[in-house]
């Protein structure tokens, strides 16, 4: 059984970001297969639980449904902690990342409008307060649990990427805590690996426009 | 380490009733704090890692995230699967779940009517149709994943539930495979329970005015 995987998706952030993301982090080396026609998403289908991308395939798996997948990359890597309360730590700072993501970064170009991303800045704050206390409780070490890498930091390094993308990096300076994590983090050969290699840019006006039109909406 | 539990929520179903339900199959008993007032929802708010509820006091612990605590839950009671691929299976039957409760039965009564739900009537059938496929896969056992209850299970009786409630049981007759699941499901012991002892009924304009009074939204 190979660890070499495909992912589908297309040629940008979107819900396929954290996949490409926990695949970096879990050391998987992986193609990409980016859909630019609606035949192509059509095609498809077959592979598709819900007819919805992003779709990963390993280890002779369809898998589809992005959490589901980050989990799945996440277990082969040993980032879900190993007893409990870490791993419903680890599990409850991942769903507030993507909360916060949901709440404030999908859907930029589609939904809302980025030049009006500054309205959400207070829901960033929100969640850097909360990321900064938990952060100081497991004795500063520049992670979210225990001393080392878990699914926790890999699912916050999102919405702090993107934060510093359209905030700046000094969205942090009031959080001293978070701007450790983000440093130490960044500082990990794999995930400077995927900064530097394999991270989208943030959506263009084409990018939104492809994806509509082979979603067809 | 004592499994007896504290539920902390409102008095219907919003995002806890996953939970109850949780509780109900994990076989865990547990009483429930039902806030009524804002001051006992702020008096709450050093126990709420996002300043949400639905709140599980458990094994010493302060569980939010309705997800991570019905995983949490599903751990303790071996219903996460014990092997790939039918971890990630369940895993990604249980997110197909929690979107068809966001898109369709989430915020009832909050961001719109259920005289309108009929409008949502084909993301339900849509849904169905992808139920009803896996099960069959499935050799056709009643669930989703094997031979026994899992959290796949568990995370679709919830929008099955609730589509009986808005749309009649007829809503099942084209899926007859969904339907063996139901009643499969419905006839475990502790199911059976849950629905006619711990379910909440839908939202009434009352609990809805109560909800936001407590959360001054």
Chains 1, 2 share one sequence.
Do not use: C, W
């Not at 979107?14 to 059509?42: C, D």
């Not at 700072?93 to 500054?118: A, C, H, N, P, W």
């Not at 989208?200 to 084409?206: C, L, R, T």
Request: proline share 4%; aromatic share 10%; no cysteine.
């Amino acid at each position: 059984m190979t660890s070499k995987a495909e992912f589908v998706y297309f040629d940008g952030r979107g819900r396929g970001e954290i996949v490409r993301l926990a695949l970096a982090a879990a050391g998987i080396e992986f193609t990409e297969k980016h859909l630019v026609t609606r035949e192509q998403f059509l095609a498809l289908e077959p592979d598709l639980l819900y007819n919805q991308v992003p779709l990963l395939r390993i280890d002779g798996l369809n898998l589809v449904q992005s959490s589901s997948t980050v989990r799945y990359l996440a277990r082969k890597a040993n980032l879900l902690g190993d007893k409990e309360p870490d791993i419903v730590r680890i599990d409850m700072v991942y769903e507030g990342s993507r909360d916060l993501m949901g709440g404030v970064f999908m859907g930029i170009g589609f939904q809302y409008d980025e030049t009006k991303l500054v309205d959400r800045l207070h829901i960033v704050n929100k969640y850097l307060t909360v990321f900064d206390k938990l952060l100081k409780d497991n004795h500063s070490t520049g992670y979210f649990v225990g001393n080392s890498l878990t699914l926790a930091d890999i699912g916050v390094l999102e919405p702090i990427l993107a934060s510093i993308d359209y905030f700046g990096k000094e969205v942090l300076n009031d959080y001293p805590e978070v701007l450790k994590y983000y440093n130490t983090v960044i500082s990990l050969e794999r995930i400077a690996n995927y900064i530097s290699a394999i991270r989208k840019p943030p959506n263009s006006p084409e990018y939104v426009s492809n994806v509509k039109k082979v979603l067809a909406f």
